[in-house]
């Protein structure tokens, strides 16, 4: 079974079992709902802890989660620099145009005239939109926009992805 990290908990919080959680999903609402099953990857463990979401709440930058059946700051102070994964089965299905990152890292970039650009290697978040870092065989690093004008198709099932390659984009 594939695991894909929502989380890593940095810290707790006061006494009554909240653990501080850094994000590492576009999905916190969904990801930390009560109720969702995650599995809790202790540094150097090879199975994880199944946990269930108890709460859950927003604080500064971090998720302040609890889980069923850890009340105490004594039950979840080992879960330090734990991962919090969430299972590929229990991943959601997203709208059109729209990819999680481990369907976008390892994709060959092609130009619309079929030459091969490179790998993505990389998913950088701006702000504005996604940038994709593409690592040609040889030679510099391509950064791609994920925009509408430049990517003209995605397939994940074939690792393919086909742009348009505007003037000035490639830096050759």
């Not at 059109?96 to 976008?104: G, K, P, R, T, V």
């Amino acid at each position: 079974m594939e695991w894909f990290n929502v989380g890593k908990i940095v810290n707790t919080h006061g006494i009554r079992g909240e653990v501080r959680v850094m994000s590492r999903t576009d999905f916190p609402e969904e990801r930390f709902a009560i109720g969702t099953k995650l599995g809790l990857f202790k540094p150097d463990a090879k199975k994880p802890i199944m946990v269930k979401i108890a709460s859950h709440r927003q604080h500064k930058n971090f998720e302040l989660v609890t889980f069923e059946g850890y009340p105490n700051i004594n039950d979840v102070v080992e879960f330090k620099e734990a991962y919090l994964k969430i299972a590929e089965h229990d991943l959601t299905d997203l709208e059109d145009h729209a990819y999680y990152h481990h369907e976008i890292l390892g994709c060959t970039v092609y130009s619309t005239e079929g030459r091969e650009l490179g790998t993505i290697t990389e998913i950088l978040e701006t702000g504005a939109n996604d940038v994709w870092e593409v690592k040609p065989k040889q030679g510099k690093m391509h950064y791609i926009p994920y925009i509408e004008d430049v990517v003209k198709e995605v397939d994940v099932d074939e690792k393919k992805v086909v742009i348009e390659v505007l003037e000035g984009l490639l830096s050759e």
